[in-house]
């Protein structure tokens, strides 16, 4: 396969290659690369097209029935497809939406009908949620050849042969990788353009209104208790915008991000995790920006910790579950199993906010009113949870529910990164504590002097 894209992004299935008699190459977004530039994936699509002398047509659906499935995420994906149809409408891409309403009686799926008649379909590797699951199902469905691009990291996942244990262990590696990777990512354009007959009717383009969204939002079987967020705009436009935001007023201030009434973190943890923005272009922009120390910082969160995440979810298999965690804190965390809890939550109290913890309940609130938590009150949100239930299985299934179900950047290999990092992931021991053992204690307490916890509350 002749192109530019790093051999190493490059996901091939066992397929025979590619079929001789398909019109056109079918790139399926899956909802974690939803931008026209700096995509590693569309760029080997259109070069694939290209040298096939084909269309490339780009098709994205999104089922009522994932998990966690709500207005709030489906209307984030929706205003990021509105982007779509316009950004990609100027290139002279066609790019369709299907919104799959939940009847599936008969017939193939669009995706099925449109991948048999394609060359080649590209998509976007993902190591988490349901992507994994969606990718073998098509290439058991379908014989044209399904090749998916890593598109979410900026060192591929395949760079690294080994699960790393440590941001210490995994930084000189990827820093080492740096100068190859972080560059700006190509985005050539289609020699071919002819426009493909769809089996589907299209419900948005880009002039549908917000209006129009919530009209057919309000049609699905999805969770309409956790509403759009009044904050966080879904789209490459929106991603573009706080990115500018960022290098302006947050990165200036990023040392001093452990404050959360400072608002100097750049918030793009929902676009990074929904491809909006890519990553290379939010590292290239922001050490342009600079000032350097304070980039060297961002660079550490939005690089080493976000990628030890995705290496750690590439390759452990358990990693929704205390497999994933070392085994010193397993042992310290089952060794005190049966240590007294002071007070012990059930999901609705802790989802609805009402633990004797008013930190807890702001973060919580956080949470659920726009779907975004601060760094640093998360880490308080999550470890409190361990000491409120009967078992660390059990707060571990609750963070995992909480976490996706309310949070806009939930579902990604971050949210099991920072989830595990509670249980004692990627962290040494510390002193022996009730409960815990030696895994680390973060006092709700003594949050108080590190930022205005009166403030924080008062701000939610
Ligand atoms: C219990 C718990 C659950 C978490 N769940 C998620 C989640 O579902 N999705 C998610 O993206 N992050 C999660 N994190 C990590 C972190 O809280 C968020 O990435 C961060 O708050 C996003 O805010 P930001 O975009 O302003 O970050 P910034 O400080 O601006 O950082 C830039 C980017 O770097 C990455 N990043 C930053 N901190 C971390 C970290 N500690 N680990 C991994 N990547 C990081 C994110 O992609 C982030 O957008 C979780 C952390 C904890 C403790």
Not at 179 to 198: A, C, K
Not at 325 to 335: D, G, M, N, T
Request: net charge neutral; aromatic share 10%.
């Amino acid at each position: 396969m002749e192109t530019t894209t790093d051999s190493l992004r490059i996901h091939a299935g066992t397929e025979p290659g590619p079929n001789p008699n398909g019109e056109f190459v079918l790139y399926w977004m899956q909802g974690v690369a939803m931008r026209t530039t700096g995509n590693p994936a569309l760029t080997f699509a259109i070069e694939q097209a290209n040298l096939m002398g084909v269309p490339v047509l780009l098709y994205q659906g999104l089922r009522p029935d994932y998990p966690w499935a709500s207005d709030r995420i489906h209307t984030f994906i929706l205003q990021a497809a509105v982007d779509l149809y316009q950004g990609f409408a100027r290139r002279g891409i066609q790019y369709a939406f299907y919104l799959d309403g939940g009847d599936h009686s008969s017939g193939p799926s669009p995706l099925v009908s449109l991948a048999r008649r394609a060359k080649l379909v590209v998509t976007e590797f993902f190591p988490t949620f349901i992507q994994p699951r969606q990718l073998r199902g098509l290439r058991e469905r379908v014989e044209t050849p399904v090749v998916a691009v890593d598109a979410s990291t900026l060192v591929p996942l395949r760079y690294l042969d080994l699960e790393y244990a440590t941001a210490r262990a995994i930084r000189p590696v990827l820093h080492r990788a740096l100068p190859h990777y972080l560059v700006p990512i190509s985005t050539p354009e289609p020699s071919h353009r002819r426009r493909i007959e769809l089996p589907f009717d299209e419900h948005l383009n880009g002039s549908s209104t917000s209006g129009d969204l919530a009209a057919l939002i309000a049609t699905l079987d999805i969770d309409h208790a956790v509403a759009p967020s009044p904050t966080v705009v879904g789209g490459e436009r929106a991603a573009w915008d706080r990115l500018d935001r960022f290098v302006t007023k947050g990165l200036p201030r990023y040392l001093e991000r452990n404050d959360p009434n400072l608002d100097v973190t750049s918030r793009l943890s929902p676009h990074l995790h929904f491809g909006t923005i890519g990553i290379a272009d939010v590292l290239l922009r922001a050490q342009q920006a600079g000032p350097a120390d304070q980039f060297a910082k961002f660079l550490d969160e939005a690089l080493v910790w976000r990628e030890l995440a995705f290496n750690t979810v590439y390759f452990n298999r358990r990693h929704r579950s205390l497999g994933a965690v070392p085994e010193w804190a397993r042992r310290e965390l089952e060794a005190h199993s049966d240590d007294p809890r002071a007070s012990r939550y059930d999901l609705a109290t802790l989802e609805s906010g009402r633990t004797h913890e008013e930190l807890w309940n702001a973060a919580q609130q956080s949470l659920v009113k726009y779907g975004e938590l601060h760094n640093y009150v998360r880490m308080l949100w999550g470890k409190s949870v361990l000491l409120w239930t009967a078992s660390a299985a059990e707060a571990l299934r609750l963070l995992e529910h909480l976490n996706h179900r309310y949070a806009l950047d939930g579902r990604d290999p971050c949210s099991y990164g920072g989830i595990l990092w509670c249980f004692g992931r990627y962290d040494r021991p510390f002193y022996r504590r009730p409960i815990l053992g030696t895994v680390r204690y973060m006092s709700l307490k003594a949050a108080r002097d590190k930022f205005d916890v009166p403030a924080y509350i008062r701000g939610i």
